[in-house]
């Protein structure tokens, strides 16, 4: 059993800066690409940045230059800085995980999700 764990959500002011933490844990043999997804109401969960075990990552263009996503692999935990937020970050934001655990095939895990509220 593997589960993820968000934290660091919550509301700031456009401008304003929030840095995001999941933490996977449980039987845990190796973790591939970790990453954000973000779902706004009315909307399909989206993409929002990604980084492989080796380090390279992906961003959505709409967050390039405001987000940055790193991981501790010794902890296996994934992070999601993010400045210079506007209101149409309004979004719940969860974090994925490709998982391969001690017993068993990968597979992609999700977290319970973190609400990410820009407003004045």
């Known amino acids: 059993q593997v589960q993820l764990v968000e934290s660091g959500g919550g509301l700031v002011q456009p401008g304003g800066s929030l840095r995001l933490s999941c933490v996977a844990s449980?039987?845990?043999?190796?973790?591939?690409?970790m990453g954000w997804y973000r779902q706004a109401p009315g909307k399909q969960r989206e993409l929002v940045a990604s980084?492989?075990?080796?380090?390279?990552?992906n961003y959505v263009d709409s967050v390039k230059g405001r987000f940055t996503i790193s991981r501790d692999n010794a902890k296996n935990t994934v992070y999601l800085q993010m400045h210079s937020l506007k209101p149409e970050d309004t979004a719940v934001y969860f974090c994925?995980?490709?998982?391969?655990?001690?017993?068993?095939?990968?597979?992609?895990?999700w977290g319970q999700g973190t609400q990410v509220t820009v407003s004045s």
């Open positions: 449980g039987s845990i043999f190796s973790i591939y690409t």
């Open positions: 980084e492989n075990r080796g380090g390279n990552t």
């Open positions: 994925n995980a490709d998982v391969a655990p001690v017993l068993g095939p990968i597979y992609s895990y």
